[in-house]
């Protein structure tokens, strides 16, 4: 066993926490009302939207939110391209109040897949955004943890194949700042939402040390309040990064 491994950041202090989100349940909220799936993802964007907007009184600086995943492709065509439309419209609608409310907006996840409209408009929210810094929004589109690992090596081993990197140097840092979330944190908190007790695939790197909390609570139904909730239950645990407390 080697004990040179970098010793995590110690947490940040409650006003400056990096949440991630796997929001899920929004199918399974229309479902329970009988109404279409769509129904329920447009209502989770109303969360979102809230929950954005209550980050600075939460202690929320950094929020990260599973949005669509590479998994999330063997969806009905209607509902995958109710879900792209869904993002365009969203950051159509949202741009000016993320502007006023000092909101950067970026995205991670592999973009080649996605709509060129949809593409563009996503560099434009990231530029449009660009000098914000009260909360950093990140959504990932596209995005799946193994993904983002096979294309962080491939660019290690291109760079170390045609010499810019050698292997000697490459660590845990260096394969960090190859992943989409280089300009991160890494999440002190991952929540998932409706009751599922998995990871799917998120931030497998990034999260080591994370707290992780499941609720039952569907995304519809999950509000600034709930995620009050678990922040409160959060700022009582002791995180030790494998470390011990005497």
């Not at 589109?141 to 491939?154: F, H, I, P, Q, V």
């Not at 010499?163 to 979330?181: M, N, Q």
């Amino acid at each position: 066993m080697s004990f040179d491994q970098p010793t995590p950041d110690l947490p940040p202090e409650h006003g400056n926490l990096h949440v991630a989100v796997i929001m899920d349940g929004n199918g399974r909220w229309a479902k329970n009302r009988g109404w279409p799936r769509l129904v329920g993802h447009r209502k989770g964007a109303e969360r979102v939207r809230e929950l954005v907007a209550a980050c600075p009184d939460l202690g929320i600086r950094h929020l990260t939110l599973y949005a669509f995943s590479t998994e999330n492709w063997k969806r009905t065509t209607e509902e995958v391209m109710g879900l792209m439309s869904l993002f365009a419209r969203y950051i159509k609608r949202e741009a000016a109040r993320m502007n006023r409310e000092g909101v950067r907006m970026r995205v991670i996840g592999d973009r080649s897949r996605l709509d060129p409209k949809l593409a563009g408009l996503i560099d434009w929210i990231e530029q449009e955004t660009a000098g914000n810094d009260t909360v950093h929004l990140t959504v990932a589109m596209n995005y799946g943890g193994r993904d983002e690992l096979s294309r962080a090596t491939r660019a290690i081993a291109r760079d170390v194949a045609e010499g810019r990197l050698a292997p000697e140097d490459v660590t845990e840092a260096t394969i960090s700042d190859y992943l989409d979330t280089s300009f991160l944190p890494d999440p002190d908190l991952v929540v998932r939402s409706s009751g599922e007790t998995r990871v799917s695939n998120f931030l497998l790197w990034q999260a080591a040390y994370s707290e992780y909390v499941f609720t039952p609570v569907l995304w519809p139904d999950f509000t600034p309040d709930t995620m009050r909730t678990i922040l409160d239950k959060f700022q009582a645990r002791e995180r030790r990064f494998g470390g011990v407390t005497v």
